[in-house]
């Protein structure tokens, strides 16, 4: 494992969708230094890093490549990606290296709380969870193929365990997930995690187990976005407007959620939202309000506008998972 990427320049590093990091390419090619930190809001940005990025873009053996990137929880963004310090300031190959060669899946956490862990299909960057943040891939590549990643001492505790040595990889992953999900763990080890990494007891009944990582691969879909729940959750119209109105208005938090929804702009907002589905946090981050503070003033396209719809059905099915988890 290792910390996440450090960006360490977000402003061009990170945008929000493919066609915006190919712009930025093109920026760096035809504007002058003070044009591209003008136009990307940058104190500075050293010439030799332009001049690399475009160079490692253009390579012809291992090219730099544009990649989506675990940004913050449920917001995939694009970034560069290059194995080499230079437009990104650290990429951390020797980990990412695992989520970039094909089908993975890695554990965020975070450095200080160990509660807050969020699972993801990407490389992920180094704030993902507000502080620190730490990667794990669940499985190696190399030329041979995959294998876990796991300790020589976990296997072997595996290879004799009663219920574990008849456990795959993902399987042991979503009894872990669900434990560190549960809201009765997080409370009763609260200190402990906030001190050191978290221990999972697996020296439970068959039965709990498999209610544990029944619970748990169902979050793990849900925060993958590979499942969407179906409920009552819908944008509605506030007004008639002659053509659809996607931009991302800006609004202080009391006039962004309101009676139950969440304004969008003047014309749009999404319905019925409970308060603690907009007051949900992963991490140090308000998950709804974040995504929205990264996309003010933003005209979202409708696909990045149901996927905002779909983040919420989401956060509403994961509290509704908890509270089945905390009765366990």
Not at 155 to 173: F, G, R, S, T
Not at 220 to 231: G, T, V, Y
Not at 234 to 248: A, C, D, Q
Request: hydrophobic share 35%; glycine share 6%; charged share 30%.
């Amino acid at each position: 494992f290792s910390s996440g990427i450090a960006t360490e320049r977000d402003n061009i590093a990170i945008q929000l969708n493919e066609r915006a990091m190919r712009q930025v390419l093109e920026d760096l090619k035809i504007l002058k230094k003070d044009e591209i930190l003008q136009k990307y809001r940058l104190k500075n940005l050293d010439e030799t890093i332009i001049s690399k990025t475009l160079a490692e873009y253009e390579a012809k053996d291992n090219p730099a490549h544009i990649t989506k990137i675990a940004y913050r929880p449920f917001d995939t963004q694009y970034t560069l990606y290059s194995s080499r310090q230079g437009f990104l300031g650290r990429p951390r190959f020797e980990t990412m290296q695992h989520l970039l060669s094909g089908e993975n899946l890695g554990l965020m956490f975070q450095n200080g709380i160990h509660q807050d862990i969020f699972i993801v299909g990407y490389i992920g960057e180094g704030n993902f969870l507000s502080a620190r943040t730490y990667i794990t891939p669940l499985y190696l590549y190399d030329i041979e193929g995959k294998t876990p990643n796991f300790t020589p001492e976990f296997k072997a505790c595996k290879a004799k365990h009663k219920i574990l040595k008849d456990k795959n990889e993902e399987q042991i992953l979503a009894f872990i997930y669900a434990n560190l999900y549960n809201p009765k763990y997080r409370s009763k080890y609260l200190e402990y995690l906030k001190i050191g990494f978290p221990k999972v007891n697996f020296e439970v009944s068959q039965k709990e187990f498999e209610r544990f990582e029944k619970l748990g691969g169902e979050l793990i879909k849900l925060h993958l976005m590979q499942e969407i729940p179906q409920d009552e959750i819908n944008f509605i119209f506030l007004k008639e407007s002659k053509k659809p109105n996607f931009k991302i208005a800006k609004y202080q938090e009391k006039e962004r959620f309101v009676e139950n929804k969440i304004i969008l702009n003047e014309d749009l907002a999404i319905s019925s939202i409970g308060a603690e589905i907009w007051n949900y946090t992963i991490g140090g981050y308000q998950v709804l309000k974040q995504w929205l503070k990264y996309r003010k003033d933003y005209a979202c396209s409708k696909k990045e506008l149901e996927h905002f719809l779909k983040i919420c059905k989401i956060l509403k099915k994961t509290i509704e998972i908890q509270g089945k988890l905390s009765e366990i």
